[in-house]
T-cell receptor, first 113, second 114 residues
Framework: AQKVTQAQTEISVVEKEDVTLDCVYE???????LFWYKQPPSGELVFLIR??????QNEISGRYSWNFQKSTSSFNFTITASQVVDSAVYFC??????????FGGGTRLMVKP | SAVISQKPSRDICQRGTSLTIQCQVD?????MFWYRQQPGQSLTLIAT?????????ESGFVIDKFPISRPNLTFSTLTVSNMSPEDSSIYLC???????????FGEGSWLTVV
């Protein structure tokens, strides 16, 4: 069985602070994919990144960066210099065989001006 | 990435009625999925809908309550039958881009049952 845990249910920061969202996963699959999605108040799920289990390179995209550590089964997401527009619920998800996603519980990020 | 459109985007429904949600994709896809997100919760997979075969339902979801159609490679519908307030949720359609091993989502359909 697969499982994704986002221990932080809610985080509140002040604009321009850096913030890291944690994600820990469990799977028996040797090949799998990890995702982060952003869900703003409007409700749609916005794809942010996909990582496969064989690629442990960290990735940076603008103010966003991701740290994948297979040894600790973690795929953490950092927002640098947070902005009010970053306020949303962020979901980490795991896809093994079958193309079905297992989601974490989500982390609600509130960025205050 | 695939562009996925859902209708309706929002609706308020009377208990006991049924509502059909449509999902249209701008390209042909083999695998489509329907998820439910109850208020304040994470997403839960309802079923996988592949063209030309019966939908595969996850534990806790049954065809009588959530019938699904998949008439072609760009379209699917999910019906929420005999609705109760507990069915108030966001229902999201998603597709698998198997070339990129990525899953994309529609904008979601917000249903409120009164």
């Amino acid at each position: 069985a697969q499982k994704v845990t986002q221990a932080q249910t809610e985080i509140s920061v002040v604009e321009k602070e850096d913030v890291t969202l944690d994600c820990v996963y469990e799977t028996r699959d040797t090949t799998y994919y990890l995702f982060w999605y952003k869900q703003p108040p409007s409700g749609e799920l916005v794809f942010l990144i996909r990582r496969n289990s064989f690629d442990e390179q960290n990735e940076i995209s603008g103010r966003y960066s991701w740290n994948f550590q297979k040894s600790t089964s973690s795929f953490n997401f950092t927002i640098t210099a947070s902005q009010v527009v970053d306020s949303a619920v962020y979901f980490c998800a795991l896809m093994g065989a079958g193309n079905m996603l297992t989601f974490g519980g989500g982390t609600r990020l509130m960025v205050k001006p | 990435s695939a562009v996925i459109s859902q209708k309706p985007s929002r609706d308020i429904c009377q208990r006991g009625t049924s509502l059909t949600i449509q999902c249209q994709v701008d390209s042909q896809v083999t695998m489509m999925f329907w998820y439910r997100q109850q208020p304040g919760q994470s997403l839960t997979l309802i079923a996988t809908a592949n063209q030309g075969s019966e939908a595969t339902y996850e534990s806790g979801f049954v065809i009588d309550k959530f019938p699904i159609s998949r008439p072609n490679l760009t379209f699917s519908t999910l019906t929420v039958s005999n609705m109760s307030p507990e069915d108030s949720s966001i229902y999201l359609c998603s597709v698998a881009d198997t070339k990129r091993n990525t899953i994309y989502f529609g904008e979601g359909s917000w249903l409120t049952v009164v």
